[in-house]
C-alpha cells in the first residue's frame, strides 16, 4: 500500500498550508474572542478552491478528492478551528448532498454559488429534542400544489448566522418513521423562515451557529433532493464524508497542540535546564506524535475509501472520527499541562486549543454513536 501523497495532493498541502499560517493562525486568537465571522478569509479561500475541494470544476469546484479534502482541513485546522469546521460543512454537508443527489438543475444553481463564496452554506439535522436520534425528527414538510409547507426548528447550526443556503431535514410521511424523512435545499430569504437564538458555544466561536425556524415556510416543489422519503439516506450519507472532515479537523487541532508543546518545552525552564529534557515531558510529547500520527492514516484511509468507490466505508469514517476526536482533546490536554500555569491563560494558544477540541466529541454524531456505528458494521 502506497502511504504517500500524490503530487497534486503535496501541492494543495504547501498551499494551503501556507495560506492558513499567514492569513488564519494570525487571527484565530481575535475571531475566537470577538466571534466574528471570518469573511474576508473565506473569500480568499474561495479564490483558491477551497469551498468545493471535490465539487467538479464544471461546477465551479476545484476537482479534488476527498482525501486532498481532509488534508485542506487538516492544514486550515491547524492554524484556526473555527474556520477549519467552517470550510469543512460547507464542502461536505452542503455542497456533498447537493453533488450526490440532487438534480441537475439543483446543481447548475447552487454549486456555483457555495464554491465561489458568494453564498455559505449550512446543515439543518438537529433539533431541541433530535440529534443523534434522527428518526425522532419532529419538523414536517407538506406538499401543497406547487411547494411544500416547513414547520419546525432546527439547532446547533454551523455557520447558519451568515449561511444563504441551508440542507434541511423534515418528515414528509412520519408514519413510515426514517423513510418518511426528506431533504431540502432552503434559501436564506425563504417565506416563513428566520433565524432564532446565536449560540454562545465554548469553542469554535466564530461560527455563527444559530437556531432555525420555520413557520409555514414556502419551499418550492423543485427544492426537494432526490425524492420524497430519500431524507434518510442522503443524511447517513452525508455524514459518512463530513465525519472524515471532522477527523480531519480533529488532527490540524492535536497537531498545533503538538508544536506549540514542543516550542514551549524547549524555552521553559526548570531547576536550570529545559523542561524538554524531562522523562516525563518526553513521554507526553512522544504520546501525542504517536496519537496525532495515528489519526492522520486513519482519516487518510477513510478517505482513500471514498475515493476507490468503496459501496460502504461508514466502518472507516467513524473510526476516525472518534478516535481523532478522542486523542485531540487527550492532546491538547496534555499540551495544557505541558504549559502549566500558562496553559490556563488566554496568552497562550493552548488554553484556545483545549476548549475548541471537545466539540470533536460531540458533533457529527457523538463517540458514542460512532461506537454504535463501528459495531453493527462489525456484526452485521
Known amino acids: 500500500m502506497d502511504f504517500g501523497l500524490t503530487n497534486d495532493q503535496k501541492m494543495l498541502q504547501d498551499q494551503v498550508r501556507k495560506f492558513a499560517d499567514a492569513e488564519l493562525a494570525p487571527v484565530a486568537a481575535e475571531i475566537d474572542k470577538s466571534g466574528e465571522f471570518p469573511w474576508a478569509n473565506l473569500k480568499k479561500m474561495a479564490q483558491l478552491g477551497l ?187 452525508t455524514l459518512d464524508v463530513s465525519r472524515i472532515d471532522i477527523g480531519a479537523q480533529a488532527v490540524g487541532i492535536a497537531q498545533s497542540a503538538l508544536d506549540e508543546s514542543v516550542k514551549y518545552s524547549k524555552e521553559r525552564k526548570a531547576f536550570g535546564q529545559p523542561i524538554c529534557n524531562f522523562e516525563m515531558i518526553q513521554s507526553m510529547l512522544a504520546e501525542m506524535a504517536t496519537q496525532i500520527q495515528a489519526a492522520r492514516l486513519l482519516v487518510y484511509y477513510a478517505g482513500y475509501c471514498k475515493d476507490t468507490g468503496m459501496t460502504r466505508f461508514s466502518r472507516e469514517s467513524a473510526m476516525s472520527k472518534y478516535y481523532a476526536s478522542d486523542i485531540a482533546v487527550d492532546v491538547t490536554r496534555k499540551a495544557v499541562q505541558i504549559h502549566g500555569g500558562y496553559g490556563y491563560s488566554k496568552d497562550y494558544i493552548v488554553e484556545r486549543l483545549y476548549r475548541d477540541a471537545k466539540i470533536l466529541e460531540l458533533y457529527e454524531g457523538t463517540s458514542e454513536i460512532q461506537k454504535i456505528v463501528i459495531a453493527r458494521e462489525l456484526i452485521r
Open 51 to 237: 469551498l468545493g475541494v471535490v465539487v467538479p470544476e464544471k461546477y465551479g469546484g476545484s476537482g479534488f478528492d476527498f482525501v486532498s479534502l481532509a488534508i485542506a482541513i487538516e492544514e486550515i485546522s491547524r492554524a484556526c478551528a473555527t474556520t477549519g469546521v467552517i470550510v469543512a460543512v460547507n464542502n461536505s454537508l452542503t455542497t456533498f448532498p447537493i453533488l450526490q443527489f440532487s438534480s441537475e438543475e439543483q446543481k447548475s444553481k447552487y454549486l456555483p454559488l457555495l464554491c465561489s463564496g458568494k453564498k455559505i452554506g449550512a446543515f439543518g439535522l438537529t433539533e431541541p429534542d433530535a440529534g443523534s436520534d434522527v428518526v425522532s425528527l419532529e419538523s414536517t414538510a407538506r406538499l401543497e400544489g406547487d411547494h411544500y409547507v416547513l414547520n419546525g426548528t432546527k439547532r446547533f447550526s454551523t455557520n447558519a448566522g451568515e449561511a444563504g443556503i441551508f440542507i434541511v431535514f423534515a418528515y414528509t410521511n412520519k408514519e413510515m418513521k426514517h423513510k418518511g424523512i426528506s431533504a431540502f435545499v432552503v434559501e436564506r430569504d425563504t417565506p416563513g423562515f428566520s433565524l432564532g437564538n446565536h449560540e454562545d458555544l465554548m469553542g469554535i466561536r466564530a461560527t455563527a451557529n444559530c437556531e432555525l425556524i420555520f413557520e409555514d415556510a414556502k419551499i418550492p416543489k423543485e427544492n426537494l433532493i432526490g425524492k420524497e422519503g430519500d431524507g434518510f439516506k442522503i443524511c447517513m450519507s
